[in-house]
């Protein structure tokens, strides 16, 4: 946000009369409704600046990537709330979005901040290999690599990637930065590591010209759509009792002063 001649804030975002409404310099009625989808609307406010072709297409196809990974705890979360306060549909997916964090959904951002440093340094191969021994010496996973179920590679990743070095408009940066991240941390791993959904997400979005700390809110645009088909289908199929009985009788009571043998 901008400042105004006396200092004061102002909004470039929308503004309205008595008979129209404006998105930045577009008439909502006679330019955007029934000629703009929702995903060129979206990236217009959020980045401000002319479409290009290849930003929506890969804006819709990293939206879809993100919006659904099953019974998550964000999916599990928003299918809790939904169980216990059905009438606060936003509140239950509410709930599910404050789970998009740096350990799931949200760890685009994460490893965008590491292809910034590759791309930055002035030796990005030395920087990518410093990344991935660090990451190595505090026994942690590198951001955007690696998954417990997809083996030998994420299969979203490699498509994601396949689309981004297909499109001539993108300078291929970040794609770059990234096959050099996964050249270093293979070498460090001493084996394949593969490049998750969210790591090629980053990337691509970062292709695209999404600042790393805006990076998140796609992924809280996706998900948002992803929780609200999950409280439909807690309405058609309630599972939040059975998740609730489930950990219930998987956990039990222990007395506080008993001692617990750590073996």
């Known amino acids: 946000m901008t400042k105004s001649a006396n200092n004061a804030p102002v909004t470039s975002l929308c503004t309205h009369t008595l008979t129209s409404l404006h998105y930045r310099d577009a008439d909502l009625v006679e330019d955007l409704m029934g000629k703009k989808t929702f995903t060129e609307v979206m990236l217009m406010q959020i980045l401000g600046r002319t479409l290009r072709p290849v930003d929506i297409r890969i804006t819709d196809v990293v939206l879809i990537v993100l919006m659904e990974h099953g019974l998550t705890p964000s999916a599990i979360a928003t299918r809790?709330?939904?169980?216990?306060?059905p009438e606060n549909l936003q509140g239950a997916v509410a709930s599910g979005l404050l789970a998009v964090g740096s350990s799931f959904i949200g760890t685009m951002e994460n490893c965008s901040g590491l292809l910034d440093r590759i791309i930055a340094a002035q030796d990005p191969d030395a920087?990518?290999?410093s990344i991935a021994q660090h990451y190595k010496s505090i026994k942690g996973a590198v951001p955007g690599f690696g998954h417990h179920l997809h083996k030998p590679v994420d299969p979203r990743a490699y498509k994601l990637l396949e689309m981004g070095r297909s499109e001539q408009d993108l300078k291929g940066n970040?794609?770059?930065?990234l096959e050099m991240l996964s050249k270093a941390v293979d070498q460090i791993a001493g084996r394949p590591i593969t490049i998750n959904a969210t790591g090629a997400v980053a990337a691509l979005l970062g292709e695209i010209g999404i600042?790393?700390?805006v990076m998140r809110?796609?992924?809280v645009i996706s998900r948002s759509a992803g929780l609200v088909a999950h409280i439909v289908e807690e309405q058609q199929s309630p599972s939040g009792r059975f998740i609730w009985d489930t950990v219930e009788h998987a956990?039990?009571?222990v007395d506080g002063a008993t001692k617990i043998?750590?073996?």
């Open 211 to 213: 600042p790393t700390a």
């Open 127 to 129: 920087e990518a290999l």
């Open 174 to 177: 970040h794609i770059q930065a």
């Open 217 to 219: 809110g796609f992924a």
């Open 80 to 85: 809790l709330v939904y169980m216990s306060a």
């Open 261 to 263: 043998d750590p073996a």
């Open 251 to 253: 956990i039990p009571f």
